[in-house]
């Protein structure tokens, strides 16, 4: 008989307990890390000097000076502005080949570089030439494969700092090497291939521009630059390289810049915690979601609104915060922390003595000021309109906002379980980590008693003010077990109540709560239920909001349960989890589990086997972290006309099963998703395989996608910071 793969064990019906690792003693893998090279982009157009935003040329000058040469003439950079000027010396400009070269060599010339014995090569429309006793000859080169490059339209040409010739074409970029020729494509990674030029820099570096972003070769991969983000114009019509190693485009919408910025992690937490202070906080509470602006990249006005999700947000924000203040010892990390506590804290008590007032221990999902128009006018008719085109079991009822006793607040009913995820994953890391005194600690106590209370009194449902749960409030095993609406919610619920009870006694010291774990786990199948918490096709299926909410459950769940054989066989399931999330390069998602699953066993009656991250999950989780751009904007960006991705296969486009095909969705070549400098999302629940992000520079996003992970590697000892 073949013996089963691991995950046949999860029908298994013998599981041997194996005991919880003591972390403190496990060696921690980690990265050190101190300074490290943040890419910034900057973008240039009239409104900084240039004469006009068609920019046709960039040079630079022998003393380091960046000249653009526009539609309307020269402009000289000083400082940090352009100023007009008269055409410089033109044989003071690096590279400078004398006019009369151009006249030998033939075709359509698209570039002309210098080689190390000073002969020219020329990338043209006639293929690649070299200069040769006085006249350009074609330099054939061929890739053993049969074929032949550079023998018509060559775009660019270039050597690196290594002495290498590049040169670039509709077939990809090749590089002459001492080895022989090395050629890319998409399969080696290369990004796109409509080239205009190529430009050489430091240490075996190399930038490509193209008709639709640039790309950047760091002697080993490429990596592409497109859209607002990075570039005023994706059209590249010339790049220099600055003294500094600073990357500048000539594009038709402006000058780009792309530099590299020394800086540490906590100094780039620091400008995300500056940014959440000085643009994203809402309310004297501090909610923490996106904002919207007046104008395109205009951080002057901000247009602040709520958000469905501001509970889980600052949540998931606050939890950072404790994890940085005990990581660091910071006092502006704990009073961050706290006042997260008392923005949550508040969303369970407005919701009381009010006109319309749910059961006790509800919270709202958030709040707005009552000086604000009502946001009750027209709902009734959208919450019809979404019950009979998008969801049958949408609640239609009024009102949606009701009003806090004292007039102050509306605050937003119909609460959903992310909401709740979110707080009982904060609620617990604040009371371990940051509540010192016994009145802080009980502060804590009463909120997470007086919601689990609610949940258990209800058989296990959130109820809303009209006497019945909230649309996505059902925890109960009616609905999770015998409701074929609920079928696949089953395991995230099952995994989400476990997670709540275990939380409330490890905060409560009260068994009741893991009574409540038992009954439910041997009468109704709770813990049968979350080992799968949702129905996967393989990585790209699922819904990363689920995910998002399962990796905090699965987090709190296997940290304070005190049933051993309960933890044991979560870890399998939060193993099995991970493996469908390795792909993603989630920080997030990689600490929460290395936290626990680092040389972690597990037995069963095959054997042991280690439930230990594969490798590569601390360095994606560090490329993501170090990668994530400062520009919290939502540029839009395209990757699906790459070369180096894949998309998906049909399994695992959907959702659930019933749904129809999505399209859009893809990898980049080495398996993975596509990095995070390619991508705009504003939370960890955004899917990661979209390949076309939309956006306009009108929304700004806040740093907790930073800071959570990035508090959390620190606390857990994953990242360590140099001096």
């Known amino acids: ?95 400078h080949i004398p006019p009369a070269k151009y006249e030998a060599i033939g075709g359509q010339v698209k570039q002309v570089t210098i080689g190390p014995s000073g002969k020219l090569y020329a990338a043209t429309s006639i293929g690649l030439l070299v ?54 494509t998409g399969v080696e990674g290369l990004p796109y291939n409509d080239f205009t030029v190529a430009q050489a820099g430091r240490n075996g570096e190399v930038w490509f521009g ?45 000058v780009g810049l792309i530099r590299r910025q020394e800086m540490t992690l906590a100094e780039k937490a620091e400008f995300y915690e500056d940014e959440m202070q000085r643009y994203i906080r809402r309310t004297p509470f501090g909610y923490v979601s996106e ?86 006018i027209g709902r009734l008719k959208r919450d019809r309109r979404e019950r009979d085109r998008e969801d049958s079991l949408w609640k239609v009822y009024e009102p949606r906002w009701p009003k806090s006793a004292d007039g102050k607040w509306y605050w937003k009913s119909d609460t959903s379980s992310d909401e709740i995820d979110g707080h009982y994953f904060f609620y617990p890391l604040y009371y371990d980590l940051v509540a010192e005194t016994e009145e802080e600690k009980e502060r804590v106590r009463e909120v997470v008693r007086d919601l689990t209370d609610h949940l258990i ?89 689920d995910d998002e909410m399962a990796f905090m459950c699965y987090y709190n769940l296997v940290k304070y349960t005190k049933d051993e054989e309960l933890r044991d066989r979560m870890m399998l399931s939060f193993f099995s989890a991970w493996i469908n999330e390795q792909p993603e390069r989630n920080p997030f998602f990689n600490f929460a589990y290395a936290a626990f699953g680092v040389d972690w066993q597990y037995q069963d009656q095959w054997g042991t086997h280690s439930l230990t991250p594969w490798a590569g999950w601390l360095e994606d989780s560090m490329a993501t972290l170090k990668g994530l751009p400062l520009d919290r904007l939502n540029w839009a960006s395209k990757n699906s006309h790459r070369l180096d991705v894949r998309f998906l296969r049909r399994q695992q486009t959907s959702v659930d099963a019933t749904d129809g095909l999505r399209g859009g969705v893809g990898y980049h070549v080495d398996g993975k998703v596509i990095p995070v400098e390619n991508r705009h999302f504003n939370h960890w629940n955004t899917n990661p395989w979209n390949l076309d992000y939309g956006g306009n520079g009108r929304q700004l996003g806040n740093g907790t996608v930073f800071l959570l992970p990035y508090y959390m590697g620190l606390y857990h000892g994953f990242i360590v910071e140099t001096p």
């Open 210 to 254: 193209t008709h639709l972003g640039a790309i950047y070769f760091n002697g080993k991969s490429f990596s592409y630059r497109q859209g607002r983000r990075w570039l005023p114009n994706d059209d590249i019509r010339s790049i220099v390289i600055d003294q500094n190693g600073n990357a500048w485009f000539a594009t038709a919408g402006g």
């Open 291 to 376: 904002v919207s602006l007046k104008n395109p990249g205009d951080k002057s006005e901000i247009q602040y609104h709520d958000s469905d999700n501001d509970g889980l947000w600052t949540s998931m924000y606050g939890a950072g915060e404790c994890f940085a203040y005990a990581a660091t010892g910071e006092a502006k990390a704990k009073d961050r922390a706290k006042r997260a506590f008392e923005a949550l804290r508040f969303l369970q008590k407005v919701t009381q003595n009010c006109d319309h007032s749910p059961p006790k221990g509800y919270v709202a999902r958030t709040i707005r000021s009552t000086d604000l128009p009502d946001p009750n």
């Open 131 to 184: 200069e040769g006793d006085g006249k350009f000859e074609p330099l054939i080169v061929e890739d053993g494969l049969g074929r032949r490059w550079g023998t018509s339209d060559v775009r660019a040409v270039t050597v690196d700092s290594e002495e290498q010739l590049w040169f670039a074409t509709l077939a990809g970029a090749a590089c002459q090497t001492p080895q022989g020729w090395k050629f890319y």
């Open 1 to 95: 008989m073949r013996r089963p793969q691991l995950f046949s064990s999860l029908v298994a019906a013998a599981y041997i307990s194996v005991a919880l690792i003591d972390l403190a003693t496990a060696k921690t893998p980690h990265v050190e890390i101190g300074l490290y090279p943040q890419e910034v982009a900057e973008s240039f157009t009239t409104k900084q000097g240039l004469p006009s935003n068609d920019i046709r040329n960039i040079y630079r000058d022998l003393n380091g000076a960046i000249w653009a040469n526009t539609e309307k003439g020269w402009a000289v950079f000083k400082g940090k502005t352009w100023l007009p000027s008269k055409s410089p010396n033109f044989r003071q400009l690096v590279g």
């Open 457 to 545: 009194e209800h058989d296990y449902n959130l109820v809303d003010h009209d006497g019945k749960p909230t649309r996505w409030g059902h925890y109960g095993p009616e609905s999770v077990n015998h409701d074929k609406s609920w079928w696949s919610e089953r395991g995230l619920k099952s995994l989400s109540m476990l997670s709540y009870l275990a939380v409330a006694e490890h905060i409560t010291g009260d068994s009741k709560y893991a009574e409540r774990i038992q009954e439910l786990v041997e009468d109704h199948a709770y813990l049968t239920n979350a080992m799968i918490y949702k129905i996967h096709r393989g990585p790209g299926s699922g819904n990363q909001s």
